[in-house]
């Protein structure tokens, strides 16, 4: 069964940076557009970041642009997402998602918590 798990997130103080990662089992990440997503207590999912199946293209929200990176190795079939700079506002649960490139049939992580506070 096709999966996501997200990891490395946790509790770091303003300012400071984490790199989250998406590992696929049962998913040829290299077919996949892959995207990061956010949701706050009492917010909507937003969409953080996104990237191109081939990796050539990106998006930023605005809110982090100049801050969070996204990439991807195919090869090890992990998304990655470093966080820099981070603030109390970045403070959510983060999740992964894929997407076919061609059939558009779509996979969620299960979400890993980032906490911004001192």
């Known amino acids: 069964q096709a999966q996501l798990v997200e990891s490395g997130g946790g509790l770091v103080q303003p300012g400071g940076s984490l790199r989250l990662s998406c590992a696929a089992s049962?998913?040829?990440?290299?077919?996949?557009?892959m995207s990061w997503y956010r949701q706050a207590p009492g917010k909507e999912r937003e969409l953080v970041a996104a990237?191109?199946?081939?990796?050539?293209?990106?998006k930023y929200a605005d809110s982090v642009k100049g801050r969070f990176t996204i990439s991807r190795d195919n090869a090890k079939n992990t998304l990655y997402l470093q966080m820099n700079s981070l603030k109390p506002e970045d403070t959510a649960v983060y999740y992964c998602?894929?997407?076919?490139?061609?059939?558009?049939?779509?996979?969620w992580g299960q979400g890993t918590q980032v906490t911004v506070s001192s």
């Open positions: 049962a998913l040829i990440l290299r077919y996949y557009a």
């Open positions: 998602k894929a997407v076919h490139s061609v059939a558009g049939n779509d996979y």
């Open positions: 990237i191109s199946s081939g990796g050539g293209s990106t």
